[in-house]
C-alpha cells in the first residue's frame, strides 16, 4: 500500500502564489506516475498536472504556464507550484499516484487533500 499526505494548502490573494508538496510513504517502489488533482465546490474532480518516474510531465490546459510539477529525487514527493493563482483556482487539491507509467486517469492511490482558496 501506499500512503499520501498533502501539505502547503491555504488562503492566498490572487496573483499570489503556493507551493504544495506530497510525501508518499509506503511501498513506493509500486509508484510510476505521481499527480495532483483538484475538486472544486459544486464541480468533478480534474487532473491538474501529472509526473512520471522518468520525469515527463503534463498539464491541464488551463494550468499550463501557471503551474510546475516537479518530482524529488528520491522519487518519493510531489510538488506543485502554483503562480498567478486565480479565484477560480479555488479546490481542494489531491495527490494522486499510479502503478503504471503516464496513467494520467488511472491513479491508484490518493491522498486525503488540501484546501486551497484564492481571494479576489
Known amino acids: 500500500q501506499v500512503q499520501l499526505v498533502e501539505s502547503g494548502g491555504g488562503l492566498v490573494q490572487a496573483g499570489g502564489f503556493l507551493r504544495l508538496s506530497c510525501a508518499a510513504s509506503g511501498s513506493i517502489s509500486n509508484i510510476q506516475t505521481m499527480g495532483w488533482y483538484r475538486q472544486a465546490p459544486g464541480k468533478q474532480r480534474e487532473l491538474v498536472a501529472g509526473i512520471t518516474r522518468a520525469g515527463d510531465t503534463m498539464y491541464a490546459v488551463s494550468m499550463k504556464g501557471r503551474f510546475t510539477i516537479s518530482r524529488d529525487n528520491a522519487q518519493s514527493t510531489v510538488y506543485l507550484q502554483m503562480n498567478s493563482l486565480k479565484p477560480e483556482d479555488t479546490a481542494i487539491y489531491y495527490c494522486?499516484?499510479?502503478?503504471?507509467?503516464?496513467?494520467?486517469?488511472?491513479?491508484?492511490?490518493w491522498g486525503k487533500g488540501t484546501s486551497v482558496t484564492v481571494s479576489s
Open positions: 494522486a499516484a499510479a502503478k503504471y507509467d503516464s496513467a494520467w486517469y488511472a491513479m491508484d492511490y
